[in-house]
């Protein structure tokens, strides 16, 4: 992906609901998957790689991340994050659920 552009941009792109809730969706743009929490990625799989956030926000997005992956010590803090998806040519518009 070279084109940079925003996340929430890649949600618009046919999202599939998960975890039994209509606030988390997973979308695969160019082979990549992405996983949100209502407008917000919380985790992203490119190249083979899983990257997944630590839970900054409400119990709800703890399960949509638990859905994920219940491997706690697998998940990266937002700084990391944000970098992983700049390698892709992405900007994360982060906030605060």
Not at 16 to 44: N, P
Not at 51 to 70: F, P, Q
Request: glycine share 6%.
């Amino acid at each position: 992906m070279n084109i940079e552009r925003s996340i929430l941009d890649i949600k618009l792109n046919s999202p599939t609901q998960f975890a039994g809730a209509k606030s988390a969706t997973y979308t695969t743009l160019e082979g990549d998957q992405f996983w949100f929490s209502y407008d917000t990625c919380i985790a992203f799989r490119a190249e083979g790689k899983l990257t997944i956030i630590k839970n900054l926000w409400s119990n709800t997005t703890g399960r949509h991340l638990n859905a994920i992956d219940k491997d706690k010590s697998k998940r990266v803090d937002q700084e990391v994050f944000n970098k992983r998806l700049e390698v892709l040519g992405l900007i994360n518009s982060f906030k605060r659920l």
